[in-house]
């Protein structure tokens, strides 16, 4: 997969880690995420702003203690028993590799790689502090009515 944004993605999941730095080279490591920008504190080791790509898509992340305001908003997982109230997923071109690059990295596996009733292949993860990661090569994006050129109509019920 070409890890170059070629559009930009108006959804940016944030999420905060305790240990921030280590966390930006585990996603790099691990799942394959670029680092666009890490901004520091003065201590050189408090994460204030970061954003890592992947593809076309974006997250942002800082340091649970950056003084921020948005940090009081948020839970680490460890706080609500290793659950989550969002998740994240991943398209990836080949679900296999990027399984064993993320286990060799020390993902726990939540859910083990599978074929999907719907198709692609996919497994679910926790990362080093806990998030959850669900990564996969089913692209929601390629449905039958684009790769057919058809128009995709959109629900008017909201």
Not at 104 to 112: I, K, S
Not at 147 to 158: A, F, G, I, L, Q
Request: aromatic share 8%; net charge negative; hydrophobic share 35%.
């Amino acid at each position: 997969m070409n890890n170059n944004p070629k559009s930009c993605s108006s959804v940016i999941p944030s999420l905060r880690y305790r240990d921030a730095l280590a966390a930006i080279d585990w996603l790099v490591t691990a799942l394959g995420f670029k680092k666009q920008a890490v901004y520091l504190g003065p201590d050189n080791k408090t994460v204030m702003h970061a954003q890592l790509t992947f593809g076309g898509g974006m997250i942002m992340l800082g340091s649970v203690d950056n003084g921020g305001e948005a940090s009081k908003f948020m839970a680490q997982p460890d706080e609500i028993g290793g659950r989550e109230t969002q998740g994240a997923y991943l398209v990836v071109p080949n679900a296999d590799a990027v399984y064993a690059t993320a286990k060799a990295a020390g993902a726990e596996m939540v859910l083990d790689i599978r074929d999907m009733d719907y198709g692609g292949r996919a497994f679910t993860c926790r990362d080093l502090e806990g998030h959850i990661w669900s990564i996969g090569t089913y692209d929601p994006w390629a449905t039958e009515e684009t790769k057919t050129n058809e128009p995709v109509t959109e629900s008017t019920d909201r």
